[in-house]
């Protein structure tokens, strides 16, 4: 409590608090949205199987233009990139600096989370069970994994984005939802192949809003530059209006009318997943839901003056990728907890019994990660920025820039291949072996060079 009183004390008057609480509740809206929707049976070898509740519950589809916050992460990681980026040059950094201090938060809790699934995995291996049923297990507690590999492809392209931002301002999102209408033209009508670029179009879209809303730091500032003036995101309740009934419209047109599912999260059986890649429909979501979020910044702004609350908001985001990460790997303990007691409870989804489990099991999977964050939650709140170190040559700070590329590349690759790798594969680790090697082998790269190898960055 006293560490999260002085944090809260040096908080800088300038800070965008919004911005962590946005993190904060989105984080937790993932959590209970996961857990909420999880139907958990068995299935025909006897085993805890668990899916989605969605495809039962078809009222339930509007619901997700609320529950899929995934593109709330990408407007406050805009907001955030920039800032850091930003606050980095200003220091006399580097673009490569930049990059390799911010793998640490992203990486190290990472690491843990699958070097501690391949680890059991490896032991129930070796124990005799069934390689197949062990990469179910896993890719289940790995599903989370698939918004990080996302993440980490739009994390280096901060620098060459910001800069178009600085040159070209709101232009540059408009374009990237343009090339994203492209893409679901090909998806719609053929070929499907065109969409792919939108799994970085659609996020990067997002992303470019935060820059947008960071460049407001300096709003009202007389001598600030006349083209900072065109790249600033409007932050009035009017334009929070505006934008929430727009998207609202838009989405609307969009599901109903329009040929997009309704639920902006995956439902078995519908031709298209609006969140993968991301559409036009979960792009208008995304626009209703930066509306919202303007027409509540100034109350929301008032309350976290209150010293109670911004502790709370810290300390939820000392631990916000732990809790992201191991939310799922919770559910499984506590379904194989229950299995192997034969206490198990199995109602069919949406009867009575199945609303009346939904509060005892919430409440008993935030025990259980309660557990697993008290565990590893230090591991990510501890990361600290390295000591810079001495000036180096044009031949190291090239060097350092490739195997900073390399190091992200690995992470990337290793998550991608996990994800990818279909759910029954007979894998004794439970991941993909040429997954987890590309991914410690880039995790390490950037760890020696997060050491202080190299030039100051």
Known sequence: M???????????????????LLRALAITMVVLGHWGVTVIGYDRAGHPAGHSALGDLPWAWPLTWVAQVIPVFFLVGGYANAASLTARRS???????????????????????????????????????????????????TIPLWFLVAYLIVVPLTPPMYALHRRFGLTVPVVLVGLVALGDLGRIWGPAGLATGNYVFGWLAIHQLGFAWYDNRTQGDAAEPRGLRRRRL?????????????????????????????????????????????????????????????????????????????????AVNSVVLTVFLWHLTAAVLLVGLLDALGALPTPRVGSAAWWGWRIPWLLALAVVLAALVAVFGPIEARTR?????????????????????????????????????????????????PALVAYLAGAGVLRLLRSGWGSRG
Request: aromatic fraction near 4%; charge should be positive; charged fraction near 20%.
């Open 385 to 433: 920025r390295p000591p810079a170190t001495g000036p180096a040559g044009e031949g190291a700070r090239r060097l350092r820039t490739a195997l900073a590329v390399l190091g992200y590349a690995g992470l990337v690759a290793g998550l991608l291949l996990n994800s990818l790798t279909r759910k029954a594969a007979p894998e004794p680790l439970g991941l993909p072996a």
């Open 2 to 20: 006293g560490r999260l009183r002085q944090l809260a004390e040096r908080t800088p008057a300038t800070r965008e608090r919004y911005v962590d």
């Open 91 to 141: 220091r006399g950094g580097t673009a490569t600096g930049w990059l390799v201090d911010r793998s640490a938060r992203l990486a190290r809790p990472t690491t843990a989370l699958l070097v501690v699934l391949a680890a059991g995995a490896a032991v129930a291996s070796l124990r005799g069970a069934d390689p197949a049923q062990v990469r179910t297990v896993v890719w289940f507690a």
């Open 234 to 314: 409007p932050l009035s309740r009017t334009a929070g209006a505006v934008l929430f009934a727009g998207g609202l419209v838009a989405v609307v047109l969009l599901t109903v009318v329009g040929p997009y599912p309704v639920a902006m999260l995956n439902v078995p059986g519908e031709r298209l997943d609006n969140a993968a890649p991301p559409s036009l429909a979960l792009l208008a979501v995304a626009t209703a839901q930066l509306g919202l979020i303007l027409l509540l910044r100034e109350p929301a702004g008032r309350w976290l003056r209150r010293p109670r609350a911004w502790r709370a908001v810290i």
